[in-house]
């Protein structure tokens, strides 16, 4: 109870911080922006594929700033304010005070993504219509309205072909959002980790190296030869391999549901990856638990 506890004070702490309030702000601005640009594509109907990547690409990016940033504070903040040594003068143990402030910045992270995730789906769904006329704005809110009224109320005679490719690029959106959530829980994890010792600015810049070394190591995997070097394979295995969780690619421009691609292959890899990340995430926070079990607050 003391670890939801705290969980859920964290949580409403890191929605009431100006700073999460406004990249928040600012990132579903953008994610809605970008639903509403044409990107002239050499097919048209690439159109929504091509928004798909890029939006999921804003959410990665906007989730990672406000999990990091969060995270780099929950724990040296207080210790600086000195309201640690309060709360460990109640019942409750070190590694609670980890989990929680973990569990509640991911919280509020992941409101932040589903929001997000809620705009893609729609924008996924409105789309393809408006991607037949790239002068969709010409007409300014005529033309918007006409837009709108087509994607749900169309006459053309091939609109069941048109309903089905809707429904794939619209439910193609929650697994990408998973997944983006998945990297974004780890970060997070080490973020909280290293909280326990360094001050933000540390935290920062330890978490971007992480990041940018866990999308590159898979690189590194394809080529047996480079486990040889000192200290390489040592890297591969504590470094979580980000890679994993980015099949941005095949969700965003493939076609789902079908024989070649099955939504139980998509969902059944979105449920491996999350294995991995609790995995990852676990060994983040222990690490974060003994390093925070070993420091002096006096």
């Known amino acids: 109870m003391t670890t939801i506890t705290i969980a859920k004070n964290t949580f409403w702490e890191v929605l009431k911080s100006p700073l999460f309030v406004v990249l928040a702000i600012v990132g579903m601005v953008a994610v809605l922006l970008l639903g509403m640009i044409p990107y002239f594509t050499l097919v048209l109907e690439d159109d929504v594929k091509m928004f798909k990547d890029v939006a999921t690409a804003m959410t990665l990016f906007v989730g990672l700033l406000l999990a990091v940033l969060s995270g780099s504070k929950v724990i040296d903040e207080e210790i600086d304010n000195k309201t640690m040594l309060t709360l460990l003068s109640k019942p409750v143990l070190r590694g609670e005070i980890i989990l929680g402030k973990f569990l509640g910045v991911c919280t509020a992270v992941a409101v932040v993504v589903a929001a997000c995730g809620v705009i893609i789906m729609i924008f996924a769904w409105l789309r393809p219509p408006w991607d037949k006329n790239v002068d969709v704005f010409s007409k300014e809110a005529v033309g918007l309205i006409a837009k709108i009224k087509d994607a749900f109320h169309a006459t053309e005679p091939r609109i069941a072909e048109r309903r089905v490719n809707q429904w794939m690029h619209f439910w193609s959106v929650p697994p990408m959002m998973v997944l983006v959530f998945w990297q974004v829980a780890v970060m997070t994890a080490v973020s909280v980790a290293i909280s326990t010792r360094l001050g933000m600015a540390l935290n920062v810049v330890i978490c971007a190296l992480i990041f940018v070394a866990g999308h590159m ?15 390489v394979s040592a890297i591969m295995t504590l470094i979580p391999q980000l890679e994993n969780f980015n099949i941005t690619a095949t969700l965003a421009y493939r076609t789902l549901g079908t024989v070649a691609c099955p939504w139980s292959e998509v969902w059944a890899y979105v449920g491996l990856a999350g294995v991995c990340a609790a995995m990852y995430c676990a060994a983040a926070l222990l690490v974060g638990m003994a390093m925070f079990r070993s420091r002096e607050l006096n």
């Open 217 to 231: 190591i898979s690189f590194l995997s394809l080529d047996a030869s480079w486990a040889g070097y000192l200290g």
